[in-house]
């Protein structure tokens, strides 16, 4: 067995590769410094703790993501007649593991594009609520 289950999406098991693990507090750890950069906090105890929550927010939103894009996948398979197996998260993306494909090539193609544009529109999400709360939260939004 590859990873190990943390939940299913409508009988799909869903799994996290082991090395998971290994890259979430790196990804977490980057992505805290970067967030926190600009912030002039003065108590290095509080700053240490905006580096840890906004880098497990940052590490949790793009593991959300990977699982938004692949279900996307997943569901419009099972829609179609397709099987899937599970879908495993990996610590830089993630997989749908099908047995069996939906049989019409125009449901496939459909089926590969659904993930790409759920991520599409995730970002597009992400972006207007970011200009949203520029001017509200107490330090820059930026996409650098």
């Known amino acids: 067995m590859t990873g190990f289950r943390i939940g299913s999406i409508r009988g799909i098991p869903v799994r996290v590769h082991w090395t998971f693990l290994l890259a979430l507090p790196l990804v977490a750890a980057h992505f805290g410094r970067y967030l926190v950069r600009?912030?002039?906090?003065?108590?290095e105890d509080v700053q240490d703790a905006l580096v840890l929550l906004w880098g497990l927010a940052a590490a949790v939103g793009i593991f959300a993501s990977v699982l938004a894009h692949e279900a996307a996948h997943s569901l419009y398979a099972l829609r179609k007649g397709g099987e899937i197996r599970d879908i495993l998260l990996l610590p830089f993306g993630g997989v749908s593991r099908m047995e069996r494909a939906p049989t019409r090539p125009w449901d496939e193609g459909i089926m590969a594009l659904l993930g790409p544009l759920t991520s599409?529109?995730?970002?597009?999400?992400?972006?207007?609520?970011?200009?949203?709360?520029?001017?509200?939260?107490?330090?820059?939004?930026?996409?650098a």
Do not use: H, Y
């Open 38 to 43: 600009d912030l002039e906090v003065r108590d």
């Open 120 to 143: 599409a529109a995730i970002g597009i999400v992400l972006l207007v609520v970011s200009s949203l709360v520029a001017g509200i939260l107490p330090f820059p939004v930026v996409w």
